[in-house]
């Protein structure tokens, strides 16, 4: 059965403080690992697919990269409008379109 | 704006009535799918479409149907509602099988049944 945890649960920063989210997964076989973000009130908004180990992607402040068994999203100066909660999901090679398992999230506070 | 449309955003139903939650997506997407968010607990899926007239189950489909008419619509029925189905619901749809472009969510019903 494939497997998400992601860690912290919560994270508080302040503005321009550094750090790195973790999204470890167990899969059969990796088709893709996906990165959302998701504002109170609101559906997961796509951010970035990840397929192979050691590729990385980027968007402003963000950067995610994968390995075999984990994925981070890193966060560089991060900004107050960075508020949210952040999910990782993984989707196996042995699956159809459906088959994408959800990690329950990290919620990040990025204090003024 | 194109995307995906769902309604209504909130609801309350009393134990044993029945509703059906709209969603609407104009992106042309064959892939839909309907998913339940609970406290603690990642994104779950319900039913899914991998095209018109097109419909399959779930890991938690049990007190819910769907239909697929249309490219654009997939509505989620709830046939008696429970509280154990207070949750709130995402719909979902995606232009790839393989999701390279991600889903685009609704922005989600939260249903309270008392």
């Known amino acids: ?35 959302y973000r998701q504002d109170p009130g609101k559906g997961p908004e796509f951010l970035f697919t990840l397929y192979s180990a050691g590729e990385e992607k980027e968007k402003e402040r963000l950067k995610a990269t994968l ?4 994925s981070f999203l890193h966060i560089t100066a991060p900004k107050p409008e960075d508020s949210a909660t952040y999910l990782c999901a993984v989707q196996p090679n042995d699956g159809g379109y459906q088959k994408v398992t959800f990690g329950t999230g990290t919620k990040l506070q990025v204090i003024p | 704006n194109a995307g995906v449309t769902q309604t209504p955003k909130f609801q309350v139903l009393k134990t044993g009535q029945s509703m059906t939650l709209q969603c609407a997506q ?3 997407h064959e892939y839909m799918s309907w998913y339940r968010q609970d406290p603690g607990m990642g994104l779950r899926l319900i039913h899914y479409s991998v095209g ?19 490219t654009e619509d997939f509505p989620l029925r709830l046939l008696s509602a429970a509280p154990s189905q207070t949750s709130v619901y995402f719909c979902a749809s995606s232009y790839s099988r393989t999701g390279n472009y991600g889903y685009t969510f609704g922005s989600g019903t939260r249903l309270t049944v008392v």
């Open chain 2, 26 to 28: 104009d992106m042309n």
């Open chain 1, 67 to 70: 390995t075999k068994k984990e």
């Open chain 2, 52 to 70: 018109a007239g097109i419909t399959d189950q779930g890991e938690v489909p049990n007190g819910y149907n769907v239909s697929r008419s249309t």
């Open chain 1, 1 to 35: 059965e494939d497997q998400v945890t992601q860690s912290p649960e919560a994270l508080r920063l302040q503005e321009g403080e550094s750090s790195s989210l973790n999204c470890s997964y167990t899969v059969s076989g990796l088709r893709g690992l996906f990165w």
